[in-house]
Every structure is written in structure tokens, then in C-alpha cells.
């Protein structure tokens, strides 16, 4: 999460920062020394503090930690009073809904009928996240994250300054107090930031953010001759708990248990942005000694989900409806497989109505012993990516972050054909020329080094899966 963070609850998404941006900051950055490097990283980090820890945060942690004792009864009154709230603003102030939505869609939502109403595929939002706004309000500072989920173009999602303080509120009181920890303490983050611009710097592969005690770690480096110098970062800044991308600190785990490295104790690890199997948590519990808990959510905090002391993922109904669905549209009984569709609530500025995440899961039928009376999701499917493997052995994920902030570029897909061959199919728009496929290119070698060849292929479509999805990263190394 290296200036703003890579989303605001630290889940999957890929945030506009000035380290990931290819602008006048990041270019300063990729030249200056690693002390200058770690004292810019502290002092955005200091004004993220502020944006994410200050003002009115206290208020939204006190109020998310006294509905958790809500019963049934609670929380379906809670719902439907936010639910007609942010319905009849999206009639009468929202362009998207207010344009496209039929009288009788329009009277549905007026009246909370939640089903009534169509579900939200993502392309209106990915062409004009402003169409999404709600048009009466003007808030300053105003916050813009985006997305790095199974389409290679990034959604923009736009956070007025509570909104963003009350998502940090939610994470703090049923993530990483459920896990024992806190954003208090000092901790490790595994995000898709550019931490290290050199790809080559094998030593360097972490900076430290000193106004938040929090070690960012690279994604992009993650090797086994690399292995030991994550380490040594636990061991100098005295990390307590770690949260990040699941298959990352999978991977560190597998070169902490073959090179028998020494681990400092932790007190857990949140994982995010990809599914954690079963033997995924048993190799990073080995390596790490600690629990793993994982979290289930999205960059538009359209649905918030997090493991309780007793292992079950709960979804936070404060933080937006959620249904699961067959393909006929009818709800799915407990234990079926469907399609999740989710309805924020925490965001009213930019108000996401039966979203589309593209992902399966199934409602658990047994209730939790942990006594919360917040659904329990018994298993989200389809978000395990392929890993990038470098020539050098690197192993990477989330690596579609090559596609942010590429104007020209409608969608994309990164196939690694060998460790030195890519791919990269991309579906242009009209502006596409060779100054956008160099860019592209320079960014595969920033990431993978100079001694892997690279091809741009221009496509009218990328392929979809039977669900009308595609993956942005495909890797046929095994």
C-alpha cells in the first residue's frame, strides 16, 4: 500500500498511487537512493494515516463494534432502512440509474424491492465511473481506487474521505480484531506495488513506511535466493502480523520451510485479493507459526467478509446486501453453488446496485459457534490466479497491474507461454500506437527483467469462460 493504499479495506484492487503511477512522483522515486525511497514512502504514509486513522475513524469503529452483537431481527431492520435510502438516492440522483432504469424499476427501488431490479454488469462502470456519482454532492477530498480483478482494464471507485475512514473502521473491528491484531501495530504488506524499480535489485525487495510501523513488501521479488531478506525485514522492524496477497506469503512460506529459515513469532496473517485452499493455510501456518485468516472482498466495498476465531468467513450486512444466485436470478438455498451479486451500503457517493463480482460461492447452512448473527459464506470460489514465473525463478502474482492507467487499452491478458515468452493480447482503442506497446513492454521488463521477449498481439475480443469471464493472466509454465 505504498502512498495511497492499494484499496481501502486492503483488498484486491490497485490504487492510484505515486509509486504505481507513471508520473512525476514515480519518476522521482525510481531515482532516488533507498533512504530518500523509504522517506517519501513515511511521508505519504503519514497523509494516509490521516485520510484512512483521522478525524471522524474513531465514530465508525465504535458504531461497526456495537452492531456486531445485532440479532436477526437487527440486522434486517438495519438493512432495509439503509436499502430505501440508497435507493431513492440512486432514482433521483444518480444519472446511470435515473436514465436506465424503467418507471416500474424506479418505483421498485422507492419501495426496497431489491429483486425487482436489474443486476449491474460491470462495462457501465468501467466506461463512466462518473455516471455512478451521485450528482447533489461535491466532496473534497474526494478518493479514486481502482480494481485488478479478473478483467485486465481497471473499474475507478470513488470514495468521499468517510466513506474511505468507515471501510478502514470496518477492516480494523472484524478483520484484524477477529485475528488478535490491529492496524496499531507494526505489520507487513504484501500488495502489487512497484516497490522495487529495479527488477535486478535482489537485496532491496522491501521499503518501510515509518509513520504507520508497516514493511512493504514486493511482490515482484519473491524468489528463493530472495527469501532471506523478507525475513530480515520481520526481524529489523519487529512485525507482529502480516496481510496481503494469499498466494505471496504461500510462496515465501514454501522457501521458508525448504531453506529451514528462522521465523520471527507472529500473531496472524490476513490474507486478500485470492482464494486461500486448504493446503495453501497449512504450508503459511507451518512457515509462520500463526494463524492465517482470510478476507473476502472487493476495491468498491460492495460486500465485506472476514474469518471470525472459530474459522468461518461472516458477512458484514452493515457493509452491503448480498445474494447469491442461480442463473435463473432465484436465490440459491445454503450449500448451493451461484453467483455472488452484492449491493453496497458502506458507499452512498458512488452507489453500486446488485453488483456483478463475477465470482461463485455458497451460503454455509450451519450457524457459527462464535454466536454473530452475520451470514456465513462456506466457500467463494474462482479467485486463485496463475503465477507469473520469472526467468530467474521469481515468482509474482496480481501481475495484470501492467494494464493500470493504459488509456488506450480496452481490455488485456498477460499469457506466459515459456519463462522467457509472453504474450500479451490487449484490445485497443483507436489512440493504441507503438508508444502504448513499448510502454506496455517496458513494464513486463521492469517486473521480469530485460532477458524475456515480449509480443503485443491487437485483438478485437478476448476469449470467455462459459460464465463470461476471462482471465487476465494465463501461465502454461508449470
Known amino acids: 500500500m505504498i502512498g495511497k493504499p492499494s484499496c ?14 507513471m508520473g512525476k512522483l514515480d519518476k522521482i522515486y525510481t531515482i532516488s537512493p533507498l533512504w530518500l525511497q523509504n522517506t517519501m514512502v513515511s511521508t505519504y504514509g503519514a497523509y494516509w494515516h490521516w485520510a484512512r486513522f483521522g478525524g471522524n475513524y474513531q465514530n465508525f469503529e465504535d458504531q461497526y463494534r456495537s452492531r456486531q452483537t445485532f440479532t436477526q431481527n437487527d440486522w434486517q431492520a438495519y ?22 432504469w424503467s418507471q416500474s ?10 429483486s425487482d431490479l436489474p443486476l449491474l454488469e460491470k462495462e457501465p462502470l468501467r466506461a463512466s465511473a462518473a455516471q455512478f456519482k451521485d450528482s447533489t454532492r461535491h466532496p473534497f477530498p474526494s478518493f479514486t481506487f481502482y480494481t485488478s480483478g479478473t478483467s485486465g482494464t481497471p473499474i475507478a471507485s470513488l470514495y468521499t474521505l468517510s466513506e474511505l475512514r468507515s471501510s478502514m473502521a470496518l477492516r480494523e473491528v472484524r478483520s484484524a480484531n477477529w485475528a488478535g491484531v490491529s492496524f496499531s501495530l507494526p505489520r507487513a504488506t504484501f500488495s502489487g506495488r512497484l516497490v522495487e524499480p529495479d527488477p535486478n535489485n535482489d537485496q532491496h525487495v522491501y521499503r518501510y513506511n515509518a509513520a504507520e510501523k508497516q514493511v512493504y513488501f514486493s511482490a515482484f521479488h519473491l524468489k528463493p535466493t530472495t527469501a532471506r531478506f523478507y525475513i530480515d525485514a520481520l526481524l529489523k522492524h519487529k512485525v507482529v502480523w502480516m496481510t496481503g496477497y494469499a498466494v505471496s506469503f504461500y510462496l515465501l512460506a514454501r522457501y521458508i520451510l525448504d531453506q529451514s529459515l528462522p521465523v520471527p513469532p507472529l500473531k496472524a496473517i490476513i490474507t486478500t485479493s485470492e482464494k486461500v485452499t486448504q493446503p495453501m493455510r497449512e504450508v503459511i501456518e507451518s512457515a509462520f507459526k500463526c494463524r492465517v485468516f482470510e478476507e473476502y472482498s472487493t476495491v468498491e466495498n460492495a460486500l465485506f467478509a472476514s474469518e471470525c476465531e472459530h474459522g468461518r468467513l461472516h458477512v458484514s ?28 451500503l458502506l458507499r452512498s457517493y458512488q452507489p453500486l446496485v446488485r453488483f456483478r463480482l463475477g465470482d461463485l460461492a455458497a451460503w454455509d447452512p ?27 525463478g521469481r515468482q509474482m502474482v496480481r501481475f495484470h497491474g501492467i494494464f493500470v492507467n493504459q488509456p488506450h487499452v480496452i481490455e488485456g491478458q498477460v499469457i ?12 485497443p482503442t483507436p489512440g493504441f500506437s507503438e508508444a502504448d506497446i513499448q510502454d506496455i513492454q517496458a513494464r513486463m521488463h521492469q517486473r521480469l527483467g530485460e532477458n524475456i521477449n515480449v509480443v503485443i498481439e491487437q485483438v478485437q475480443t478476448i476469449p470467455r469462460t462459459s460464465a463470461g469471464k476471462f482471465k487476465a493472466v494465463i501461465s502454461k509454465v508449470k
Open 8 to 21: 481501502p479495506n486492503g483488498m484486491r484492487c490497485l490504487g492510484k498511487s505515486w509509486v504505481a503511477n
Open 79 to 100: 438493512q432495509d432502512l439503509a436499502l430505501k435510502q440508497l435507493l431513492s438516492s440512486c432514482v433521483h440522483n444518480v444519472p446511470y440509474y435515473r436514465d436506465n
Open 105 to 114: 424499476q424506479k418505483e421498485a427501488a422507492l419501495s426496497g424491492a431489491l
Open 317 to 344: 450486512p452493515d457493509a452491503g446486501v448480498v445474494e447469491i444466485l442461480r442463473p435463473d436470478g432465484s436465490a440459491c438455498a445454503p450449500g448451493e453453488v451461484g453467483e455472488v451479486v452484492a449491493t453496497c
Open 366 to 392: 450451519e450457524p457459527c459457534p462464535c454466536g454473530r448473527y452475520m451470514p456465513v459464506i462456506k466457500e467463494v470460489l474462482g479467485r486463485i490466479e496463475d503465477v507469473i514465473t520469472g526467468p530467474d
Open 416 to 427: 506466459q507461454k515459456t519463462l522467457q515468452d509472453f504474450v500479451v493480447k490487449v484490445v
